[in-house]
């Protein structure tokens, strides 16, 4: 039940964040110059914009959250590890917030620019806490 309350409060700040960039920049706020900004974007493609037919996204992002929870359920909560019961929210609490907007709005918000790199949310950055908590539950338990 905790780890459900987890993923809300992450679904819940992911669309607060979104809804606060939709409605607030519409011009660039720069944060760090030549570095960081905030704008608002709406992304159609995949990962880094990269093109792909609604149907067939909509279909991956489908499979994909099965796929990740299938995988969880019967591979890593049989762990029985906080650590990594905890890293999974981060995933689900991505895969979701992302999925809802890319399958009812048809498209992703995103609002954090790297220059250089990419357009993300905060939701995306979920991903990378996930890496970085599963890399580290690994290498301390080889």
């Given at each position: 039940?905790?780890y459900?309350?987890?993923?809300?409060?992450?679904?819940?700040?992911?669309t607060?964040?979104?809804?606060?960039?939709?409605?607030?920049?519409?011009?660039?706020?720069?944060?760090?110059?030549?570095?960081?900004?905030?704008?608002?974007?709406?992304?159609?493609?995949?990962?880094?914009?990269?093109?792909?037919?609604?149907?067939?996204?909509?279909?991956?992002t489908?499979?994909?959250i099965?796929?990740?929870?299938?995988?969880?359920?019967?591979?890593?909560?049989?762990?029985?590890s906080?650590?990594?019961d905890?890293?999974?929210?981060?995933?689900?609490?991505?895969a979701l917030?992302?999925?809802?907007?890319?399958?009812?709005?048809?498209?992703?918000?995103?609002?954090?620019?790297?220059?250089?790199?990419?357009?993300?949310?905060l939701?995306d950055?979920?991903i990378?806490?996930?890496?970085?908590?599963?890399?580290y539950?690994?290498m301390k338990?080889?």
């Amino acid at each position: 039940m905790p780890y459900i309350i987890l993923i809300a409060w992450l679904l819940t700040l992911d669309t607060i964040t979104k809804f606060f960039a939709e409605n607030n920049f519409i011009s660039e706020l720069v944060l760090v110059p030549n570095f960081l900004s905030f704008y608002y974007a709406q992304n159609t493609g995949i990962a880094f914009s990269l093109p792909l037919t609604w149907t067939l996204l909509k279909v991956i992002t489908v499979i994909l959250i099965f796929a990740i929870f299938w995988y969880y359920w019967t591979q890593e909560r049989l762990k029985k590890s906080i650590n990594l019961d905890i890293s999974y929210c981060f995933i689900f609490a991505w895969a979701l917030g992302n999925a809802w907007e890319r399958i009812y709005r048809n498209y992703v918000t995103d609002f954090i620019s790297v220059e250089y790199f990419s357009i993300f949310n905060l939701a995306d950055s979920y991903i990378t806490l996930w890496a970085i908590w599963v890399i580290y539950y690994y290498m301390k338990n080889k």
